[in-house]
């Protein structure tokens, strides 16, 4: 997939690669980099950049499943289930109800198997 030019500067902030976009099923996944400068005092990776990466993923989600229009989030919830490390952040993505203004997206994040963060947002299309 070639979007290198809709990227938002935040995906590569966040070390955003390895995006596999299924247009037939709609579902976005994509691998992020959990930085040692994301830690908190713990030394676990601060839930707000768990929670971004969730954010850049649904974006580029609702891009590419809604025809490839803008969308902005106007709301977004997050569960964390457990601490996440310094490495690699699996994602994934997909709609739970697709409207014409209003797409309600729901997300993952994943390290070494195991379920870190679950998200749900809605878009508003522009």
């Known amino acids: 997939m070639d979007m290198t030019d809709?990227?938002?500067p935040i995906h590569y902030l966040l070390?955003?690669?390895h995006i596999q976009w299924n247009?037939?099923?709609?579902?976005?996944?994509?691998d992020y980099v959990a930085l040692e400068t994301f830690t908190n005092p713990r030394g676990t990776v601060e839930g707000g950049m768990i929670c971004a990466m969730l954010d850049d993923v649904m974006g580029l989600f609702a891009f590419l499943?809604?025809?490839r229009q803008p969308a902005t989030t106007i709301n977004?919830?997050?569960d964390f289930l457990r601490p996440c490390q310094v490495g690699?952040?699996?994602t994934k993505c997909r709609f739970v109800k697709q409207g014409k203004s209003i797409l309600n997206?729901?997300?993952e994040a994943w390290q070494?198997?195991?379920m870190l963060a679950r998200s749900t947002a809605n878009f508003m299309v522009l």
């Open 105 to 107: 997206i729901e997300s």
């Open 23 to 30: 247009d037939q099923a709609q579902q976005l996944e994509i």
């Open 76 to 78: 977004l919830t997050v």
């Open 6 to 8: 809709k990227l938002p």
């Open 88 to 90: 690699v952040v699996q």
């Open 15 to 17: 070390g955003g690669h």
């Open 65 to 67: 499943a809604n025809d």
């Open 112 to 114: 070494n198997h195991k």
